[in-house]
Every structure is written in C-alpha cells, then in structure tokens.
T-cell receptor
Framework: EAQVTQNPRYLITVTGKKLTVTCSQNMNHEYMSWYRQDPGLGLRQIYYSMNVEVTDKGDVPEGYKVSRKEKRNFPLILESPSPNQTSLYFC????????????????FGPGTRLTVL | GNSVTQMEGPVTLSEEAFLTINCTYTATGYPSLFWYVQYPGEGLQLLLKATKADDKGSNKGFEATYRKETTSFHLEKGSVQVSDSAVYFCALSDSGAGSYQLTFGKGTKLSVIP
C-alpha cells in the first residue's frame, strides 16, 4: 500500500529533551516536507527536501533540523524542544515539488501530536 | 507573496443541505489550486484540484471551479452527508514564484448533523 508513515503518533516530552520524529514514504517520491498545524493558523511548512541531501527552510524552521540521507526517509529533529513547539506535525511527499509540476498531489502522513511540557 | 483566504468556521449543516466554502487566493505566478480534506484523527488527503483557469475539479460530489477573474476556488456540494464532517483546506502551488511549497488557508471545519 502506498503510504507515508510517521512515528511516533503521540509524544509527550519535557523541555530540552532531544527528540526525533521519523517519516518514511514508499512511493519513490523526490520531494518531502514537514508541516505543523496549529489552531487558527492552518498548516505552516517547517522544512522541505527536493531530493537526497537537498533540504531547505520553510516558513517556520526555527528550533528544528532535518536530514535526507535516503530518498524514503525524512526525519524531523528537535534538539531542544520548547513548549511553543507543542503542535500537530505532518510529513508529506510527492513526485515533484509544488510549483515544479502542475497540480502534483501531496501525500500526507497521519500526523504526530507532540506535547512539550 | 502568495496567500489563501477561506471562510471562517465552524460550519454546521443538516444532512442533505447545500454546502459552499469560499476560498480566494493571491499568487504571483500561475497557481494550481487544491482542496484537501482532513477527517478526524487523520492526515490530509487531496479532495480535488484544478491547474488552470476555468478548470473544474470534482470528486465525491464536491466541485470547485478555478476563477481567475475573481481569484477564487469555492468548494460546493449539493447534498452533504454526515460522513462529510471534516476540516477542509484550500491550497495553492505557484509555478511562477520559485516557491516549493503548498500555501494553505486556515481550514474550515464542517459538521453535518443528521
């Protein structure tokens, strides 16, 4: 089954404790992206990757890191989480980046709900 | 920069009512337009899309027409069902802006009551 998987689905942690949220896709997609979803703000992009070893900042990258060592995986790293990073996080992927192709569909993972105390 | 504005929610309708969710956009290039739907506890999934002016996207009884003259992409359904209860996001991608991201509206929560 074609899908984007994220782990964990739920995480409660404390300020300053490093964590990683994994994202994996099995569709051989070039483009991957991380979003956070907050009430009243919609979805905002954190980082994206056009291909292996190519990553770039989105609209809200502060406090996050990513890596793309393999095509299928795109982990999100919070080196020192803070309470303002409490949010619902989504990973997404597609064959081409938005704006490169015409109307390329983004496939989203099920989300990771993170709470930082 | 690019932006998407969609009507504030929440929207509550009775089953079989007509649905309209308004969406307008600002883009610097030649956008493609999308509606994504998020069912409770799930990720977003594509509902429909349109890639050029006057195109109509349709799926599962939902429709939206790309109106360049009014920069709009309103979502409509003639008869909603309880199973349509979800959050709906209007979004755009812009091939002329050098921006490799989807720009989303803030979402409209729809609740359909029997």
């Amino acid at each position: 089954e074609a899908q984007v998987t994220q782990n964990p689905r739920y995480l409660i942690t404390v300020t300053g404790k490093k964590l990683t949220v994994t994202c994996s896709q099995n569709m051989n997609h070039e483009y991957m992206s991380w979003y956070r979803q907050d009430p009243g703000l919609g979805l905002r992009q954190i980082y994206y990757s056009m291909n292996v070893e190519v990553t770039d900042k989105g609209d809200v990258p502060e406090g996050y890191k990513v890596s793309r060592k393999e095509k299928r995986n795109f982990p999100l790293i919070l080196e020192s989480p803070s309470p303002n990073q409490t949010s619902l996080y989504f990973c997404a992927s597609s064959f081409m980046a938005p704006g490169q192709g015409r109307g390329d569909e983004q496939f989203f993972g099920p989300g990771t709900r993170l709470t930082v105390l | 920069g690019n932006s998407v504005t969609q009507m504030e929610g929440p929207v509550t309708l009775s089953e079989e009512a007509f649905l309209t969710i308004n969406c307008t956009y600002t883009a610097t290039g030649y956008p493609s337009l999308f509606w994504y739907v998020q069912y409770p506890g799930e990720g977003l999934q594509l509902l429909l899309k349109a890639t050029k002016a006057d195109d109509k996207g349709s799926n599962k009884g939902f429709e939206a027409t790309y109106r360049k003259e009014t920069t709009s992409f309103h979502l409509e359904k003639g008869s909603v069902q309880v199973s349509d209860s979800a959050v709906y996001f209007c979004a755009l991608s812009d091939s002329g802006a050098g921006s490799y991201q989807l720009t989303f509206g803030k979402g409209t929560k729809l609740s359909v009551i029997p």
